[in-house]
């Protein structure tokens, strides 16, 4: 059954024809097919009809480019991405097997109509339950082992399904099979859809929830043209099998991301004023979230703290005291939690919303951790932050990417208490040896980004650790 609970009307027009009619295989994929037709001709219509007139001025580029925007936008993101070609993998083999699943119980397990209508009352149940509970799981075992554990089930729900045979004992397991089926369906499906919420930009939010009705909803009739297809070579059973392996494919690409660390849903997108202009425009918010959030969704990492700069840290920063600090692009969060274990009350922001589940997923130990924001520092609302000032900023391993470097001290400098600290960690240029890899040799900050980086404090003082340069900058 689908992650919606539509597989009722799904089953609908196969279950009648085989109670009704006594139709064979293929007049049941025939019915199945036109039975999703209609839902996919709407999504299709919505596609192609025109949009209603704007009350503003017409400044803005055609439906074909709106489309492929949107489309864009959700290839770029990768956890949306994810989300979606799960969802969608798992539909497809929910559909293969809807073709058949009322004619397989009723004609070829002897399942008697009043049998039929227990089986799909106690799946809605389970549904309705899953609806009730799915906040509490989700808080309870996280958000991304919630959306997973829904994933796997269907699966594995589908196994009895293939072994049963006819008799109330195998109908009584079909029947609390379903019900579990659709209640952690109706749970993960609940997760996952707050998921993309949160960390879809609110422009497109819109178009991201197109995009996955699209591929989920309008490639039915395939499916039910391919499980047609696929009994006229080999039998149901066989046909049901091959929808149950399909849905094992979407469990092992969730399992792959960095979803299954995920344990709380990321603070919305931006968290404040979504820029007005079009986020596929060049801004600095969308460039950076652009940039980094695939790279921190394939796995990449980087330079770690160290002992040496730990015990920088300590010396320059002092005991935290309960007092607030800001870590800008924290990453994987583990400055943020130096942070905390020197006292302070931690906040830490990066643009990329996988980077901040990786950190939010590390929060496992006793004890203050830091609050997680995904927003960027650059472009969004600075009231959006915890607090409204800061007694120590850091900014380690980031400067170097700022575009507007002046407007990001500007910023800086609007959030540091009076006698605060600004933490910088920076390569310097010119540091590492000619032979190295030009890429890395690009790396380092010229003098310029470092004379302005120093420009206007009253207390500049430095320390060197091999190619880096940390900066303890006060107003």
Same mark, same amino acid.
């Given at each position: 059954?689908?992650?919606?609970?539509?597989?009722?009307? *799904?089953?609908?027009?196969?279950?009648? +024809?085989?109670?009704? $009619? =006594?139709?064979? #295989?293929?007049?049941? !994929?025939? /019915? &199945?097919?036109?039975?999703?037709?209609?839902?996919?001709?709407?999504?299709?219509?919505?596609?192609?009809?025109?949009?209603?007139?704007?009350?503003?001025?017409?400044?803005?580029?055609?439906?074909?480019?709106?489309?492929?925007?949107?489309?864009?936008?959700?290839?770029?993101?990768?956890?949306?991405?994810?989300?979606?070609?799960?969802?969608?993998?798992?539909?497809?083999?929910?559909?293969?097997?809807?073709?058949?699943?009322?004619?397989?119980?009723?004609?070829?397990?002897?399942?008697?109509?009043?049998?039929?209508?227990?089986?799909?009352?106690?799946?809605?149940?389970?549904?309705?339950?899953?609806?009730?509970?799915?906040?509490?799981?989700?808080?309870?075992?996280?958000?991304?082992?919630?959306?997973?554990?829904?994933?796997?089930?269907?699966?594995? *729900?589908?196994?009895?399904?293939?072994? +049963?045979?006819?008799? $109330? =004992?195998?109908? #009584?397991?079909?029947? !609390?099979? /379903? &019900?579990?089926?659709?209640?952690?369906?109706?749970?993960?499906?609940?997760?996952?859809?707050?998921?993309?919420?949160?960390?879809?930009?609110?422009?497109?939010?819109?178009?991201?929830?197109?995009?996955?009705?699209?591929?989920?909803?309008?490639?039915?009739?395939?499916?039910?043209?391919?499980?047609?297809?696929?009994?006229?070579?080999?039998?149901?059973?066989?046909?049901?099998?091959?929808?149950?392996?399909?849905?094992?494919?979407?469990?092992?690409?969730?399992?792959?991301?960095?979803i299954r660390a995920l344990r709380t849903i990321p603070r919305p997108y931006g968290s404040a004023t979504p820029p007005r202009r079009s986020p596929f425009m060049t801004t600095a918010s969308t460039a950076a979230a652009a940039y980094w959030e695939p790279l921190w969704f394939q796995g990449r990492r980087y330079r770690q703290l160290d002992n040496s700069e730990n015990r920088l840290l300590e010396k320059h920063l002092g005991a935290g005291r309960g007092r607030p600090a800001l870590d800008i692009g924290c990453g994987d969060g583990s400055l943020s939690r130096r942070l905390t274990q020197l006292g302070y009350r931690a906040t830490g922001i990066d643009c990329s919303p996988s980077a901040v589940a990786l950190a939010a997923?590390?929060?496992?130990?006793?004890?203050?951790?830091?609050?997680?924001?995904?927003?960027?520092?650059?472009?969004?609302?600075?009231?959006?932050?915890?607090?409204?000032?800061?007694?120590?900023?850091?900014?380690?391993?980031?400067?170097?990417?700022?575009?507007?470097?002046?407007?990001?001290?500007?910023?800086?400098?609007?959030?540091?208490?009076?006698?605060?600290?600004?933490?910088?960690?920076?390569?310097?240029?010119?540091?590492?040896?000619?032979?190295?890899?030009?890429?890395?040799?690009?790396?380092?900050?010229?003098?310029?980004?470092?004379?302005?980086?120093?420009?206007?404090?009253?207390?500049?003082?430095?320390?060197?650790?091999?190619?880096?340069?940390?900066?303890?900058?006060?107003?």
């Amino acid at each position: 059954m689908s992650l919606s609970g539509a597989a009722v009307s *799904t089953v609908a027009l196969p279950a009648l +024809a085989v109670l009704e $009619l =006594r139709a064979s #295989t293929t007049d049941v !994929a025939v /019915l &199945a097919f036109l039975g999703q037709l209609p839902n996919a001709f709407a999504l299709w219509a919505a596609c192609a009809s025109p949009r209603p007139p704007s009350r503003r001025p017409p400044a803005r580029t055609g439906l074909a480019r709106d489309i492929a925007d949107g489309v864009r936008y959700v290839v770029r993101r990768p956890m949306i991405r994810t989300v979606i070609a799960a969802l969608s993998t798992l539909s497809f083999g929910l559909a293969v097997m809807n073709t058949y699943w009322a004619y397989y119980l009723l004609d070829q397990l002897g399942a008697s109509p009043s049998a039929f209508g227990v089986i799909m009352g106690a799946g809605g149940a389970g549904g309705v339950a899953g609806a009730l509970l799915a906040p509490r799981i989700a808080a309870r075992i996280g958000i991304g082992p919630t959306i997973i554990v829904g994933f796997a089930v269907s699966p594995l *729900t589908q196994v009895p399904l293939l072994c +049963a045979g006819p008799g $109330l =004992r195998w109908q #009584t397991v079909l029947t !609390a099979t /379903l &019900a579990v089926q659709l209640f952690w369906a109706t749970v993960s499906g609940t997760s996952q859809r707050s998921l993309r919420q949160a960390v879809c930009d609110p422009a497109f939010q819109g178009r991201m929830q197109s995009a996955s009705t699209t591929l989920t909803a309008g490639a039915r009739p395939l499916a039910a043209a391919t499980a047609g297809g696929l009994v006229l070579l080999i039998d149901v059973r066989a046909t049901l099998a091959i929808g149950a392996l399909q849905q094992v494919v979407p469990v092992v690409l969730l399992l792959a991301s960095p979803i299954r660390a995920l344990r709380t849903i990321p603070r919305p997108y931006g968290s404040a004023t979504p820029p007005r202009r079009s986020p596929f425009m060049t801004t600095a918010s969308t460039a950076a979230a652009a940039y980094w959030e695939p790279l921190w969704f394939q796995g990449r990492r980087y330079r770690q703290l160290d002992n040496s700069e730990n015990r920088l840290l300590e010396k320059h920063l002092g005991a935290g005291r309960g007092r607030p600090a800001l870590d800008i692009g924290c990453g994987d969060g583990s400055l943020s939690r130096r942070l905390t274990q020197l006292g302070y009350r931690a906040t830490g922001i990066d643009c990329s919303p996988s980077a901040v589940a990786l950190a939010a997923a590390q929060d496992l130990g006793p004890g203050r951790m830091p609050v997680w924001r995904c927003m960027d520092f650059t472009t969004d609302d600075l009231g959006a932050l915890p607090e409204p000032a800061y007694a120590v900023i850091t900014c380690r391993l980031v400067f170097r990417w700022i575009d507007d470097k002046a407007a990001f001290l500007d910023r800086v400098r609007r959030l540091l208490v009076p006698g605060g600290t600004f933490w910088v960690v920076v390569e310097i240029a010119g540091r590492r040896p000619a032979a190295t890899d030009p890429a890395l040799l690009a790396l380092g900050i010229p003098p310029t980004d470092a004379e302005l980086l120093t420009t206007g404090w009253s207390v500049v003082r430095t320390a060197d650790l091999d190619v880096l340069r940390c900066y303890a900058l006060r107003p």
